[in-house]
């Protein structure tokens, strides 16, 4: 029994669990995953409840969970949430949270402020009098504010015990700041006039490295660890576009036909199996059904592909979604909300982009 669109709860009764019950589906929204080590920790918490079978897909931020009965919903959004990481529902409906705004703008933060930084830690003759003060100051910004995802998710994930790849870019951003903060205050790079030399020399001097200076190292691993980050967060929406494109066809409303012949207005989720409804010329068909009156041309490219539109009359079957291209149709309802094939394709589509493929289990 399914009791939503594509990604919500599906009841399956062939689907047998691990104590001899029947399993549910269970789709789930992960946030703050930021790379594919943490959705293989979700995926192993998950899998360590007794009669799950869980995979977390990274680049669709969802989880496919097969659960006993005995294992509820929120029992599962517990397990990820213990794992350092939200969860809520799977649903179409929802608006989805979009970090791309908010990644750009941190991007455009760092490479504003980091470009400088890196130029002039690089290019002796560009270092005026207190230019690694200036550049401390143009650093701060960018480890503390632009790079604040890498911290707060090391953090969480030391909390419990782990790291990934946001730990290696807080440790390396905050261990270059650190020890640029400690040679300008108590060494020698604070020093009004100070130049900061290119060698391709090591030395092991104290007095080296007590001028040394690493704040590039610090802006240039946030800054273009935020590009690769906004690149791959831009691809990810855009593989979902033809997906999100799919449930913007689906029709909200439709004409209803009582008794009496008249027509009503209604929203798509109040039309039932066997109900007549009423497709206007230029509108969509709200549900799979069965012509029962009147004759026009359908346009079934955004399910077919075929680009001329196909005639249809009574007894003709015709696609939710569709798009009525001339006469008034009366249509008998077979087909409604989950079960439309339009709802079937988002749904496989979904499922597709959540599994895992078998050369990855």
């Known amino acids: 029994m399914a009791n939503g669109g594509p990604g919500t709860n599906v009841m399956t009764a062939d689907e047998p669990a691990d104590n001899g019950g029947a399993r549910r589906t269970v789709d789930l929204d992960i946030s703050g995953m ?65 970090r791309q705004t908010q990644l750009r703008h941190r991007l455009i933060g760092a490479v504003v402020l980091g470009l400088p930084v890196i130029v ?33 998710a090391a953090w969480v994930n030391l909390k419990h015990g782990a790291t990934t790849m946001d730990t290696l870019i807080s440790m390396g951003s905050l261990a270059s700041l650190g020890w640029s903060l400690w040679a ?59 997906l999100q494109a799919l449930f913007d066809m689906r029709p909200t409303i439709v004409h209803l036909l009582t008794s009496d012949g008249t027509e009503v207005e209604r929203p798509i989720a109040a039309l039932g199996v066997g109900e007549r409804f009423v497709v206007r010329p230029g509108e969509r068909v709200s549900a799979d059904g069965t012509v029962v009156e009147g004759r026009s041309a359908v346009d079934n490219s955004m399910l077919t592909g075929e680009s001329v539109p196909v005639e249809v009359g009574p007894g003709d079957a015709v696609v939710g979604s569709a798009i009525n291209s001339s006469g008034r149709l009366v249509v008998q309802a077979t087909a409604v909300g989950d079960d439309t094939q339009l709802a079937h394709i988002a749904r496989l589509i979904d499922e597709a982009q959540t599994g895992r493929s078998a050369s990855q289990d």
């Open 34 to 98: 930021s790379c594919a080590s943490c959705a293989a920790r979700i995926t192993k918490k998950l899998n360590k409840v007794d009669g799950v079978k869980a995979t977390v897909n990274y680049a669709t931020a969802k989880a496919h969970v097969l659960a006993p009965p005995q294992v509820s919903q929120d029992d599962l959004i517990d397990v990820v949430t213990r794992t350092g990481y939200q969860a809520r529902p799977s649903s179409t409906s929802e608006p989805v949270v979009d």
């Open 120 to 152: 002039l830690s690089m290019t002796p003759a560009l270092q005026f009098p207190a230019w690694q003060w200036v550049c401390l100051a143009l650093t701060l910004p960018v480890v503390f504010w632009c790079g604040f995802g890498f911290h707060r």
């Open 184 to 242: 300008l205050i108590w060494g020698d790079a604070g020093r009004i006039g100070m130049r900061h030399h290119m060698t391709w020399r090591l030395s092991s001097s104290q007095t080296h490295a007590a001028g040394s200076l690493y704040l590039e190292a610090a802006v240039g691993v946030i800054m273009f660890i935020l590009a690769g980050r906004y690149i791959e967060h831009r691809s990810r929406a855009e593989a979902g576009s033809a």
